[in-house]
T-cell receptor
């Protein structure tokens, strides 16, 4: 069991470039999430998905798009990167959102936008 | 608005006990989580509380008072490997996790 994996682990972009972050989970979880983590702030939810083919906006969705074409994969896209998107991005998954279901996190992607 | 407060940083001595507090104001409450995050790594689950009281799990315990909007994480017999950030998170009425900024715990020998 690999759990939750993310690619790439590191990336440097120039302003205006685009990229896609890939998240994969092998636990058959229904829910998947994309967060960003910035110094001095809590994890902030960007987008999430409650099942294959469904996505929803989180707290900070602007500048990002997502897709969940397959249950095990959740993609995060940046169409035109900005320096404000420099952050560490974490993907997570959980069986459900209710109750004591913990979220399992990937190792993170460290993105720098110049 | 929704708000979770934790101390930014705490220092403790190896072998001692430390208590990390968390207060919250959220739209609804469906449980409170504590996660541990070592520097440069992903958060990992420590504990979950939904009812008032103390949950004990080895060297770690977590307490919840829903009426006071308050929780604490108690770490006993501190080890150097416990140096990490500890994140408090509350599940709100929409079953989304609202995260605190985390408490960086420094353990000194």
């Amino acid at each position: 069991n690999a759990g939750v994996t993310q690619t790439p682990k590191f990336r440097v972009l120039k302003t205006g470039q685009s990229m896609t972050l890939l998240c994969a989970q092998d636990m058959n979880h229904e829910y998947m999430y994309w967060y960003r983590q910035d110094p001095g702030m809590g994890l902030r939810l960007i987008h999430y998905s409650v099942g294959e083919g469904t996505t929803a906006k989180g707290e900070v969705p602007d500048g990002y798009n997502v897709s969940r074409l397959k249950k095990q994969n959740f993609l995060l896209g940046l169409e035109s990167a900005a320096p404000s998107q420099t952050s560490v991005y974490f993907c997570a998954s959980s069986p459900r959102a209710e109750g004591s279901d913990e979220q399992f996190f990937g190792p993170g992607t460290r993105l720098t936008v110049l | 608005g929704q708000n979770i407060d934790q101390p930014t940083e705490m220092t403790a001595t190896e072998g001692a006990i430390v208590q990390i507090n968390c207060t919250y104001q959220t739209s609804g409450f469906n449980g409170l989580f504590w996660y541990q995050q070592h520097a440069g790594e992903a958060p990992t689950f420590l504990s979950y509380n939904v009812l008032d009281g103390l949950e004990e799990k080895g060297r770690f315990s977590s307490f919840l008072s829903r009426s006071k909007g308050y929780s604490y994480l108690l770490l006993k017999e501190l080890q150097m490997k416990d140096s990490a950030s500890y994140l408090c998170a509350v599940t709100d009425s929409n079953y989304q996790l609202i995260w605190g900024a985390g408490t960086k715990l420094i353990i000194k020998p």
